[in-house]
T-cell receptor, first 113, second 113 residues
Framework: GENVEQHPSTLSVQEGDSAVIKCTYS??????FPWYKQELGKGPQLIID?????GEKKDQRIAVTLNKTAKHFSLHITETQPEDSAVYFC????????????FGKGTHLIIQP | DAGVIQSPRHEVTEMGQEVTLRCKPI?????LFWYRQTMMRGLELLIY????????DSGMPEDRFSAKMPNASFSTLKIQPSEPRDSAVYFC???????????FGEGSWLTVV
């Protein structure tokens, strides 16, 4: 089955700086890679996703890159703000998510004021 | 998350008792997933349904766990008998037909003492 590794487990950055979270996956058949943000006491919330037919996708301050050859993908957050503090999860799936997602262990992002 | 209603939000029960968690997704979904989240193991897929039919229950940890989806608007996850190691947050999630994205509910926080 699929295995997703996520690093770092904790990331502390100064407000206004950029944050990068990296993930690798094992199954070359995976073709869908979403990122979720989870705040305390809430369910994971989808913030951005990318499919295997593109290498990069951007939505305002958030961007995701995918390298299918190396089987890794990354989340980039620019101009970080206090409300970006949360736990972020990467995930991978085949069939566009229809068979469920395999998640990384999460990154606790702390934005220092 | 506004498209999924989970109940109860919090439950504390004694070891050996039966626990039933409920999920009401919005209409129009294709697939429904049950996930469990713990500090040690992260987010784990327990089971998923497609068109109300269980497709893959290989993530269900033991025979004490069972799940049903009697119709497109309702699903249950049952633990009988419950044990302290079942303490976790249980999430229901659904896959939308448009865009193929997976949305999570707010979770049911279960504590077995």
């Amino acid at each position: 089955g699929e295995n997703v590794e996520q690093h770092p487990s904790t990331l502390s950055v100064q407000e206004g700086d950029s944050a990068v979270i990296k993930c690798t996956y094992s199954d070359s058949a995976s073709n869908y890679f979403p990122w979720y943000k989870q705040e305390l006491g809430k369910g994971p919330q989808l913030i951005i996703d990318i499919r295997s037919n593109v290498g990069e996708k951007k939505d305002q301050r958030i961007a995701v890159t995918l390298n299918k050859t190396a089987k890794h993908f990354s989340l980039h957050i620019t101009e970080t703000q206090p409300e970006d503090s949360a736990v972020y999860f990467c995930a991978a799936s085949g069939w566009g998510g229809a068979d469920g997602l395999t998640f990384g262990k999460g990154t606790h992002l702390i934005i220092q004021p | 998350d506004a498209g999924v209603i989970q109940s109860p939000r919090h439950e504390v029960t004694e070891m050996g008792q039966e626990v039933t968690l409920r999920c009401k997704p919005i209409s129009g979904h294709n697939s429904l997933f049950w996930y469990r989240q713990t500090m040690m193991r992260g987010l784990e897929l327990l089971i998923y349904f497609n068109n109300n039919v269980p497709i893959d229950d290989s993530g269900m940890p033991e025979d004490r766990f069972s799940a049903k989806m009697p119709n497109a608007s309702f699903s249950t996850l049952k633990i009988q008998p419950s044990e302290p190691r079942d303490s976790a947050v249980y999430f229901c999630a659904f896959l939308t037909g448009s865009g193929n994205t997976i949305y999570f509910g707010e979770g049911s926080w279960l504590t077995v003492v």
